[in-house]
């Protein structure tokens, strides 16, 4: 394993407008002000040992404590989340959520997947209930881009097609397959060929469409979609 050296402000310019990332002179001024010297010693070994989530760095802050809608960092200030990253939308540290997983853990904690197990059944049968139509059986993924991946191989087995349409900054997930459905530059620059059998076409968006269709949309875009298609 080789050492990389950390990028610079400069080379990272381009993604300033993306996720997380944030080189400005305000955020040093913010920095300076409010974090102390244990907090950077901490953000600074967290630079020097993790390779973080694209464009979740540099990070911002420790944390100690979660709870509710709230964080707390290591200098006791409490924070608002206006953000959740999608999955604590039942807040942190439910306590039903917890006594769930606890309960789970004694009971028990991994299932080999030659195996089943009542939990998992109960789960599948009621998502089965909630889908719309016919589609009453699923696939249990550890993470949203996993899922897209499978969802990629289970178009290809059932329709024996392999190309996909989607659209032009649509984000998807950040692994070599949904990058390559992906439509961000952030994410596709610098990696090379991609998967085959992607096309694009740009989304619905009045304000920023390509073929200037002005406030209103004028389908244009569907136009170009069909033909795309064709």
Request: aromatic content about 8%.
């Amino acid at each position: 394993m080789s050492a990389h050296p950390l990028p610079s402000a400069e080379s990272l310019d381009a993604f300033r407008s993306e996720g997380d990332i944030n080189l400005s002179a305000q955020r040093r001024a913010w920095s300076a002000e409010h974090i102390n010297a244990a907090t950077q010693a901490r953000l600074d070994e967290d630079a020097a040992h993790f390779l973080h989530q694209s464009l979740s760095t540099p990070c911002l802050n420790v944390l100690k404590h979660v709870e509710g809608a709230y964080i707390q960092d290591t200098e006791g200030r409490h924070y608002l989340d206006f953000h959740g990253n999608c999955a604590h939308q039942v807040g942190f540290a439910n306590p039903k959520v917890i006594a769930a997983i606890k309960k789970q853990l004694d009971e028990l904690c991994f299932c080999p997947r030659r195996y089943t197990c009542e939990p998992a059944i109960q789960l599948a049968t009621r998502l089965g209930e909630l889908a719309p139509g016919d589609l009453n059986r699923v696939s249990f993924a550890p993470g949203g881009t996993t899922v897209i991946g499978m969802a990629l191989k289970f178009a290809r087995v059932a329709t024996g097609r392999f190309k996909f349409v989607s659209l032009w900054d649509s984000f998807h997930g950040a692994s070599l397959d949904a990058i390559s459905i992906g439509g961000e530059a952030a994410f596709r620059q610098g990696i090379g060929p991609l998967l085959p059998g992607c096309e694009h076409v740009p989304p619905p968006e009045p304000m920023r469409c390509p073929f200037r269709c002005g406030k209103v949309c004028n389908l244009t875009c569907a136009d170009y979609l069909e033909y795309v298609l064709e």
